[in-house]
């Protein structure tokens, strides 16, 4: 049984910085690509950052520069460190892959304030 959960949101000024994790079980990690995907309130859900099975990493535009991906396969979890956060990051965060079937954790709310 697949099972993604995500950790680490919480309220956070501008400016600062968090570290989200989602500890995945019942997918083999290390060989497939995992993602990280944000919904902002009224908004849609848009793909925040990908890694893949060979540590290639893409992300998009609007985190470019300010959030990491990484795994850690011994410990079956993905993390995205958030740096420089905005305003407009604000929004729940989720972890996904594609096995199959595209699974999804509950996600993690992230909130920025001024």
């Known amino acids: 049984q697949v099972r993604l959960v995500e950790s680490g949101g919480g309220l956070v000024q501008a400016g600062g910085s968090l570290r989200l994790s989602c500890a995945a079980s019942?997918?083999?990690?290390?060989?497939?690509?995992m993602d990280w995907y944000r919904q902002a309130p009224g908004k849609q859900r848009d793909l925040v950052a990908r890694?893949?099975?060979?540590?290639?990493?893409t992300y998009a535009d609007f985190v470019k520069g300010r959030f990491t991906i990484s795994r850690d396969n011994a410990k079956q979890t993905v993390h995205l460190q958030m740096n420089s956060l905005e305003l407009e990051d604000t929004a729940v965060y989720y972890c996904?892959?594609?096995?199959?079937?595209?699974?999804w954790g509950k996600g993690t709310l992230v909130t920025v304030s001024s």
């Open positions: 996904h892959v594609s096995y199959g079937r595209d699974f």
């Open positions: 019942g997918i083999p990690l290390a060989l497939i690509a």
């Open positions: 890694i893949a099975s060979d540590d290639s990493r």
